[in-house]
């Protein structure tokens, strides 16, 4: 009977290191971007060296794209806008930027909410509106000669069939103040194409969201994003 003092503290030992090694693969796992469906993030690049020393005289708006970005662009394939469309190994990119707000009050949206039912974001890290089959969800960029880092957080039904990226402003002011503008940006992380198929497959009742998800969906079923899973 003096045994089971002893046995069940011995049990209890055993109980609490196999949940201390389980919480330690858990977290390993996590750092090296696994989920539960054993698929990996794409991984986080750094921008060309030209690229991120540029900086932007007044910290607003961006430095002008180089004419060899523009040229590149100008032998490629263009959209409605005259802009270049992009495969999904270039992430150097020059692309037609426009800016919203929320304080535009547009129909159907959620004031400060993006399509992803988060908070619109504007500090280091900001918040992007964009075709998600040529943008998925998550997809990073820096845009030349500014700090902040943006994301495909948002669409809009302007930017689908484009290469358009809206650029989040938290006041008409500032809105007004980036306008339209060509500008040079860097793709430094592709978003989750998984994702945006699951958002996108509960939205098929609206048309810009149908057209964005069965454009997404053929680069999946295609193959041709998973060559970018791990990049």
Request: proline share 4%; with cysteine; charged share 25%.
């Amino acid at each position: 009977m003096k045994l089971l003092p002893m046995f069940s503290i011995l049990c209890s030992l055993f109980i609490l290191s196999s949940c201390g090694e389980l919480e330690t693969s858990t977290f390993k796992s996590k750092a090296n971007g696994i989920h539960a469906s054993g698929k990996t993030k794409s991984k986080l690049v750094s921008t060309p060296s030209s690229f991120s020393k540029a900086k932007s005289s007044n910290g607003f708006l961006p430095v002008p794209a180089s004419q060899e970005a523009i040229a590149i662009g100008a032998k490629l394939s263009k959209d409605k806008h005259g802009m270049p469309t992009y495969s999904l190994a270039d992430r150097q990119r020059y692309v037609r930027t426009t800016a919203y707000s929320h304080q535009e009050n547009e129909p159907g949206a959620h004031g400060r909410k993006n399509a992803i039912g988060t908070n619109l974001k504007y500090g280091s890290v900001r918040s992007a509106a964009a075709d998600w089959s040529r943008y998925p969800v998550g997809t990073k960029f820096k845009v030349k000669g500014l700090p902040h880092t943006y994301i495909v957080d948002d669409y809009g039904s302007a930017l689908v069939g484009t290469n358009t990226v809206d650029i989040y402003h938290p006041t008409l002011r500032s809105m007004r103040r980036w306008g339209t503008r060509k500008t040079e940006i860097s793709v430094i992380q592709w978003g989750d194409w998984d994702r945006t198929l699951k958002i996108l497959g509960g939205r098929k009742k609206y048309s810009h969201t149908r057209k964005m998800y069965y454009a997404a969906k053929a680069k999946v079923d295609s193959g041709q994003t998973k060559k970018f899973a791990s990049r």
